[in-house]
């Protein structure tokens, strides 16, 4: 099959995604992902000047998946309480997903020599989660800016943050295949975070 333009991007990207993540950054060369993409050298550097263009690209890549799979709570309830409770565990499913754990390890490993792409990979598995959640305390609950991300950081915190710890460092066991979205309302997780998130809320709301 002959790839061309966008179609041979993306799947350059997604190759590059799987060696970065088998071999890491530093021991993973273009020519590597040239071969493994099936495509040549030429047309790699074409789309990805240097191997740092091509990781960064990649996160980018990573950043819109993981949106993706993640989207925003408003579209997992009509229901407040029930619709944070529903985006934390699908959070922590992601969060608990080998891959999601592999290229969490893979941003702690290049935070020396590539801290740009490190703050990238932070941003997309922390910091933006956090931040949509905040909007919707805001948004939906009608907490203050400071109020929100206040409620937003505590909630995550013990909800999902507490558990990637023991994930990264390989006490916590992780998931092999990333379970469907319609799956996360069976999860058993989440109970605990409904009710952890209504504690959680001031007494004004709750």
Known sequence: MVRRGDVLRDHILDTAKE???????????MDAVAVRAATSKRSLYAHFPTKQALFLAVVDHIDELFQGRMRTPETYSEEPVEAVALYCARFRQMLSWESGVQTCRLGITVASQFPQAA?????????APAVRLSGYLEGHLGLQATEADDVAERILGVTVFQRTLGLLFGVTPSTPDLPATPEIADAADVAFIRQTFEVTLPKSVS
């Not at 060696?19 to 060369?29: A, C, I, M, Q």
């Not at 703050?119 to 910091?127: G, K, N, P, R």
């Open 119 to 127: 703050t990238q990979l932070h941003e997309v598995f922390f910091h």
């Open 19 to 29: 060696s970065f993540l088998e071999t890491g950054f530093e021991r993973t060369s």
